[in-house]
Each structure stands twice: as structure tokens, then as C-alpha cells.
């Protein structure tokens, strides 16, 4: 009961927000069967063509977790019989529609990309902060009182961010990482293709023609988005090589 908890939160992304739609957590769960638990996951909500983001925190118990994940897929990719199996069970497609965190620093410039995400004082009190931030704007709305109950228990002090004494933090840390996670890799597209908490909702309600109708249109904005984009950059590389070869206009 005073273990750590190993802690999964599956939030639902939209361009305006996030919605917190499951919860995991629990103390005596291995590594081996808490990857299982993170593929079944994967492949339940990446069926169709829906695309699934994970981030794993390699810190203590995680890196060998990611290493079960990693052998679990190359056995996919390989073994027969546990293809039928998933395929059984509807999850033979597990990574198909996933895509994997990949790190780097908030100010880099260049190389120095990694896998998932390791934890430390500074990059915890970032995404615990800006977790407030969305929790405070409702842009998160959280539907697990057991993470209400943690959130209410953590407090700052000084450069260090947490739970006090032997209190849980792992489903607001958790919490942190998916809204990270949501907030540098998956916003930016879900903004340029107008996928906001009310465009999903209207969306369920059109028929089939006016969803395909709908879609075009929001294929062929993006498309303009596109070439407005890249006018923009010509104009820029323009600029720079008359700057650089001492062209003037007159």
C-alpha cells in the first residue's frame, strides 16, 4: 500500500482542449504486465483511423517496460500464433495507428532527440505547472475524482513540485505527461485541420454526405493553409539569398 503506483491516463485530444477518458492505476503490477496493459490499450483505442500518442516515463521501472513494449511488437512482426491471437481479440493491429513520444529539449536547436521522457526536478515542476495552467483555463477536464483528490495535494516549494511525505502523485504526474504530450506533438495538426470539442460533436450529428461534404472541405482549407505556407517560406529563402549574394532592387 505504499508502494508507487504505475499510473496510465488516455486523454481524448482536440485541437481546443482535452478530455481524460480512462484511468489506470495500481501498485503491484510488473513491468512485463503493465506493457501489456499500455499495447492492449494502444490497440483498443488505434483501431479505424484513429491515431494514438503514448509518452512512457523511462524513469526507475519505465525503461524496462518500453524494452517489453519494443519485444512485444518485434514477436508481433514476427510470430504467427500471437498475431491470431490479438486478431481474436480484435487488437491484432496494436501498433498500427500509434506513435511513439519523442524528446527534445524545449530550447534546442538541432540534433539530441530521444525516446519517451525521463523525469528531473526543472522538467517536472514545467509539466506540472502547465498542467494548472489547462486544469485552471478548462481546456482539461478531468472526470477521476481519485485524481482530483491527488491534484488537491500537491503544492510547490521552491524548485521542487510534488506530493508531501509518503501522499501519491502518479495519476497527476501522469496527467502531466499526456497533456505534454498533447501539447507538442498532436495540437498543432488537430488546430490546422479545425478539430475543436465542437466541430467532433457537430460532426456526429451529419450524415453520411454531409460528413464526406464536410471532410473536403476541410481537406481543401488545409490544402490553401499549405500553399500559404509554403508562399511564406519562398518569399523568406528569396530574401535571405539576395541578402546573401548583395542583390538590390531598385
Same mark, same amino acid.
Given at each position: 500500500?505504499?508502494n508507487?503506483?504505475?499510473?496510465?491516463?488516455?486523454?481524448?485530444?482536440?485541437?481546443?482542449?482535452v478530455?481524460?477518458?480512462?484511468e489506470?492505476?495500481?501498485?503491484?503490477?510488473?513491468?512485463q504486465?503493465?506493457?501489456?496493459v499500455?499495447?492492449?490499450l494502444?490497440?483498443?483505442?488505434?483501431?479505424? #483511423?484513429?491515431?494514438v500518442?503514448?509518452?512512457?516515463?523511462?524513469?526507475?521501472p519505465g525503461?524496462?517496460?518500453?524494452?517489453?513494449l519494443?519485444?512485444?511488437?518485434?514477436r508481433?512482426?514476427?510470430?504467427?500464433?500471437?498475431?491470431?491471437t490479438?486478431?481474436? +481479440?480484435?487488437?491484432?493491429?496494436?501498433f498500427? *495507428?500509434?506513435?511513439?513520444?519523442?524528446?527534445?529539449?524545449p530550447?534546442?536547436?538541432?540534433?539530441?532527440?530521444?525516446?519517451?521522457? +525521463?523525469?528531473?526536478g526543472?522538467?517536472?515542476v514545467?509539466i506540472?505547472?502547465?498542467l494548472?495552467?489547462?486544469?485552471? *483555463?478548462?481546456?482539461?477536464?478531468?472526470?477521476?475524482?481519485?485524481?482530483?483528490?491527488e491534484?488537491? #495535494?500537491?503544492?510547490?516549494?521552491?524548485?521542487?513540485?510534488?506530493?508531501?511525505?509518503?501522499?501519491?502523485?502518479?495519476?497527476?504526474?501522469?496527467?502531466?505527461?499526456?497533456?505534454h504530450?498533447?501539447e507538442?506533438r498532436?495540437r498543432?495538426?488537430?488546430?490546422?485541420?479545425?478539430?475543436?470539442?465542437?466541430?467532433e460533436?457537430?460532426? +456526429?450529428?451529419?450524415?453520411? #454526405? *454531409?460528413q464526406?461534404?464536410l471532410?473536403?472541405?476541410?481537406?481543401l482549407?488545409?490544402?490553401?493553409?499549405? +500553399?500559404?505556407?509554403?508562399?511564406?517560406?519562398?518569399?523568406?529563402?528569396?530574401?535571405?539569398?539576395n541578402?546573401?549574394y548583395?542583390?538590390?532592387?531598385?
Open positions: 500500500e505504499h508507487d503506483r504505475s499510473s496510465i491516463e488516455v486523454l481524448r485530444c482536440y485541437a481546443d482542449g478530455d481524460q477518458v480512462a489506470y492505476a495500481w501498485p503491484l503490477i510488473t513491468t504486465q503493465l506493457a501489456w499500455i499495447a492492449a494502444l490497440g483498443w483505442y488505434g483501431q479505424g #483511423t484513429n491515431e500518442r503514448y509518452i512512457l516515463e523511462l524513469n526507475g525503461s524496462a517496460v518500453f524494452n517489453e519494443r519485444s512485444l511488437k518485434n508481433i512482426d514476427n510470430d504467427r500464433s500471437i498475431r491470431k490479438l486478431d481474436e +481479440k480484435g487488437l491484432r493491429d496494436v498500427q *495507428n500509434v506513435r511513439t513520444y519523442i524528446y527534445n529539449r530550447d534546442g536547436m538541432g540534433a539530441g532527440h530521444n525516446y519517451h521522457w +525521463k523525469t528531473t526543472p522538467l517536472k514545467m506540472m505547472e502547465r494548472r495552467d489547462f486544469v485552471s *483555463n478548462g481546456l482539461l477536464r478531468v472526470r477521476s475524482l481519485e485524481a482530483i483528490e491534484m488537491k #495535494t500537491i503544492a510547490r516549494e521552491g524548485d521542487s513540485i510534488g506530493a508531501p511525505g509518503s501522499m501519491k502523485d502518479d495519476r497527476v504526474l501522469a496527467l502531466a505527461l499526456a497533456v504530450c498533447w507538442e498532436a498543432r495538426s488537430l488546430i490546422s485541420s479545425r478539430r475543436t470539442r465542437e466541430a460533436e457537430a460532426k +456526429k450529428k451529419l450524415s453520411i #454526405t *454531409n464526406v461534404a471532410f473536403q472541405q476541410n481537406q482549407a488545409a490544402f490553401f493553409d499549405r +500553399k500559404r505556407v509554403q508562399r511564406v517560406q519562398q518569399v523568406q529563402a528569396m530574401r535571405r539569398n541578402w546573401r548583395g542583390a538590390r532592387r531598385y
